[in-house]
């Protein structure tokens, strides 16, 4: 059994979810309404002008007919200036009486002044019309009867008055009333047809621009590009991702564009044609390097959409997708199995490491010898930091549960905080170029020192790898938030990040570089969060060799030590 296109949307049913628009406000029915009311000034007009004719050339000297048809006339001119287009419903209420009845009676007026000389039954169809489409099916038989009795008791009180002395007036009143009969059943039947038809397309409509409104939602929150060119390369639309693909500013994405606008363009271009010439779908990895933005590599698949109408020409949809994100999904499904194994290494490092952390400690008891000591002092240094290494591997990984002892760990901000930035700047040869800024205040934070450590260093490993080589290229500061909250910033002076690193700078194994894991970041926030800290990215601008430059910021936040902070989530 075929199902219907409107009956099942992705909003369940149109009919039962949505109200049927009301006759009266679909412009359909207002155009009927106008004219059957054109109808009616015109026949008005006609029967004035005749009759007034007919009174003028003497030809008729009945004043009652001129009269009659002028009233009839002046009803039709107030009944389309007062009267509202609405449905006469499907009974005999006052609105019939006053459309379909003013004209039933009118016409039996002029028929019965007028005599045999004209003949007016045709004119009945009119009101039997306008019950038929704007009314019911039993409003428009019930007008045919009416029409019909009326019409054959004017010739029995035309037989019973001696004027009418043959039966075929009988068979033409009969005749008349069973066409209007028919009129009524065949207007009514069509109308009713028609009014199905046009409540079906308002739901079809309906749920079209639902489905549509949908579709444009999908497409503008999608990650990745999506374009639509046509031949002459003139883009008619283009959602968020794609216009941040091809560098265009804020100003820009409420405009149609060109690719011939930018040189930089040329590749899509060239295979947005290619695509067209040949009609079929293209592949390909493109580069476009926009001024001060950098390179800007993508992939660019296109597929043709088929042409509205005769003789259009076919409008070519353009994906896009940064391949950095194609990389970094790579890196993620190859690195994901390798960090499961590196879990599973570490669980099983722990014990041989317990065994020799415990055999060092029984050797440590029976040396004498100083450098015998000294060696087994670098043997258990070096196995307490593989201890907190495999830990550390195991908190990230999510499977040591975490402690939610009340005796958190704590460190001196300051201090720590300057001994990392000595030791950093000593191992880096980077003592020109990194800057910090003395902080007086000694309070002490919830962190573990060596956590604490990590974060900072992976911040200036960052930092130096995008930053200038002027002295102060890389700062380093402390300051108070609240009352309960301090901060430690690392600034450099590196160039802005381009929107598709920054929208996933905290992600694992998303890098800008393909030779790094994109680890860095990720583990710096999952420290953070471990000790109810944050770390947020901004641009701000620092004084660097007595000028103001706008550089890159990693800001993390810090729960003073007498605060009380929120515990992490297992």
């Known amino acids: ?85 609405r449905p006469l ?64 008791s004017g010739t029995a009180l035309g037989y019973l008055g ?23 059943l065949l207007a009514s039947q069509l109308s009713t047809r028609l009014a199905s038809e046009g409540q079906r397309a308002h739901l079809s409509q309906l749920a079209a621009r639902i489905q549509q409104q949908v579709n444009e939602l999908v497409i503008e929150s999608l990650p990745d590009g999506v374009m639509i060119v ?20 804020s100003a820009q994405t409420a405009h149609l564009f060109n690719l011939k606008d930018n040189p930089a363009w040329q590749p899509l271009l060239n295979i947005t044609r290619i695509s067209i010439g040949t009609g079929r779908p293209q592949e390909a990895d493109v580069t476009i390097r926009n001024a001060n933005q950098g390179e800007q590599r993508m992939r660019a698949r296109t597929r043709l959409a088929a042409p509205q109408d005769m003789g259009a020409a076919s409008l070519c949809v353009l994906f896009l997708q940064d391949q950095r994100e194609l990389e970094a999904r790579m890196r993620t499904e190859k690195l994901a199995s390798m960090g499961r194994m590196s879990t599973a290494v570490a669980h099983e490092i722990r014990n041989p490491l317990a065994a020799i952390a415990q055999a060092n400690a029984l050797l440590e008891e029976d040396l004498t010898d100083p450098h015998h000591q000294r060696l087994t002092q670098m043997v258990g240094h070096n196995a307490k930091r593989l201890e907190k290494i495999v ?128 680890l860095g970041l990720y583990i710096c926030r999952e420290l953070c969060d471990r000790h109810g800290a944050s770390i947020t990215y901004q641009r701000s601008a620092r004084s660097v060799d007595s000028m103001v430059v706008e550089g890159n910021e990693f800001v993390i936040t810090l729960h003073l030590a007498q605060a009380q902070i929120p515990l992490p989530l297992a």
């Not at 019939?96 to 000389?117: E, F, M, S, T, Y």
């Not at 001696?162 to 009969?181: E, H, K, N, R």
């Not at 046509?230 to 500013?249: E, H, I």
């Open 391 to 518: 830990d550390d591997i195991l908190n990230v990984a999510r499977i040591s549960p975490l402690s939610t002892s009340p005796m958190a760990p704590t460190v001196r901000l300051s201090a720590n905080v300057e001994q990392v930035c000595q030791d950093w700047a000593t191992q880096n040869a980077c003592s020109s170029r990194l800057h910090w800024t003395p902080w007086p205040q000694r309070q002490s934070v919830h962190f573990d020192d060596e956590h604490l450590r990590r974060v900072l260093v992976n911040l200036l490993d960052n930092a130096a790898r995008y930053a200038t080589q002027r002295p102060e290229a890389i700062q380093v500061r402390c300051a108070v938030v609240d009352e309960q909250q301090v901060s430690v910033s690392v600034w450099s002076d590196g160039a802005p990040m381009e929107q598709t690193v920054e929208r996933h700078l905290f992600e694992p194994f998303f890098s800008s570089e393909s030779r790094s894991s994109g």
């Open 1 to 85: 059994m075929a199902t219907n296109p409107i009956d099942h949307t992705w909003f369940g049913t149109p009919a039962a979810n949505v109200a049927p628009p009301k006759p009266e406000d679909s412009p359909e029915f207002v155009r009927l309404w106008h004219a059957f009311m054109a109808s009616r000034l015109a026949l008005g007009l006609t029967l004035v002008v005749l009759q007034g004719a007919l009174y003028a050339t003497g030809t008729g000297y009945n004043f009652e007919l001129v009269s009659v048809s002028a009233g009839y006339f002046a009803i039709t001119i107030v009944t389309r200036l007062i009267a509202k287009p």
């Open 89 to 152: 419903g499907g009974s005999f209420n006052r609105r019939w009486v006053g459309l379909v009845g003013a004209d039933v009676l009118a016409i039996l007026v002029l028929q019965h002044l007028q005599g045999n000389n004209i003949n007016y039954t045709p004119l009945f169809a009119l009101p039997i019309l306008l019950a038929s489409v704007l009314g019911s099916l039993r409003l428009a038989l019930g007008t045919a009867a009416g029409v019909t009795v009326l019409l054959l």
């Open 162 to 184: 001696a004027q009418i002395d043959t039966p075929a007036y009988y068979v033409q009143a009969a005749l008349s009333g069973v066409g209007y009969f028919a009129i009524a």
């Open 230 to 249: 046509d031949d002459k390369g003139t883009v008619r639309g283009a959602n968020p991702a794609a216009r941040q693909l091809l560098g265009l500013s």
